[in-house]
């Protein structure tokens, strides 16, 4: 399965210390550079720091030249990602934007978030989605009013 992962549920994954989540739901994930470069950021956890600097073999980083006209209303690391889920023909682009979300649809592209990865991976017994939304809580990472609840309320939490 090809999948392309924006910056966002990369870095909550991380945060919760479920990345390696991604490698058993998907096997490898293509992560544009401009991904790699919002990670970066000087003001980013030490946990993204430090998985950054070692990085598992399951990513495969991709140096990308896109058309500036390419949807242009949206940031670069969504830009890259769906630019690059659409050339590779991905499965999937992993994304929690919004916009971006609506942008990948429109191109037919099929889209997981940050929870749609963890409800997918607690169907197949792989993490236990109340301590992982539990963790998840104490991060800045924001979803509609009551997701979170109706979450918890499917796996008993």
């Given at each position: 399965?090809?999948?392309?992962?924006?910056?966002?549920?990369?870095?909550?994954?991380?945060?919760?210390?479920?990345?390696?989540l991604?490698?058993?739901?998907?096997?490898?994930?293509?992560?544009?550079?401009?991904?790699?470069?919002?990670?970066?950021?000087?003001?980013?956890?030490?946990?993204?720091?430090?998985?950054?600097?070692?990085?598992?073999?399951?990513?495969?980083?991709?140096?990308?030249?896109?058309?500036?006209?390419?949807?242009?209303?949206?940031?670069?690391?969504?830009?890259?990602?769906?630019?690059?889920?659409?050339?590779?023909?991905?499965?999937?682009?992993?994304?929690?934007?919004?916009?971006?979300?609506?942008?990948?649809e429109?191109?037919?592209?099929?889209?997981?978030?940050?929870?749609?990865?963890?409800?997918?991976?607690?169907?197949?017994?792989?993490?236990?989605?109340?301590?992982?939304?539990?963790?998840?809580?104490?991060?800045n990472?924001?979803?509609?009013?009551?997701?979170?609840?109706?979450?918890?309320?499917?796996?008993?939490?």
């Amino acid at each position: 399965m090809t999948v392309v992962s924006d910056t966002s549920p990369l870095n909550y994954l991380i945060l919760i210390g479920s990345d390696e989540l991604l490698k058993a739901l998907f096997g490898t994930v293509a992560v544009p550079a401009a991904v790699i470069g919002e990670l970066e950021s000087p003001h980013a956890p030490t946990e993204i720091h430090e998985w950054l600097a070692h990085k598992p073999d399951w990513i495969g980083v991709h140096q990308l030249e896109i058309p500036k006209t390419y949807l242009p209303d949206l940031g670069l690391g969504e830009r890259e990602a769906i630019y690059l889920a659409s050339k590779v023909d991905a499965d999937a682009v992993l994304m929690d934007d919004a916009k971006g979300r609506i942008a990948a649809e429109r191109l037919n592209l099929r889209v997981f978030g940050t929870l749609g990865i963890l409800d997918a991976a607690a169907l197949r017994g792989f993490v236990d989605l109340p301590a992982a939304l539990e963790k998840l809580k104490h991060t800045n990472f924001r979803a509609k009013p009551g997701l979170l609840e109706s979450l918890l309320k499917r796996y008993g939490g």
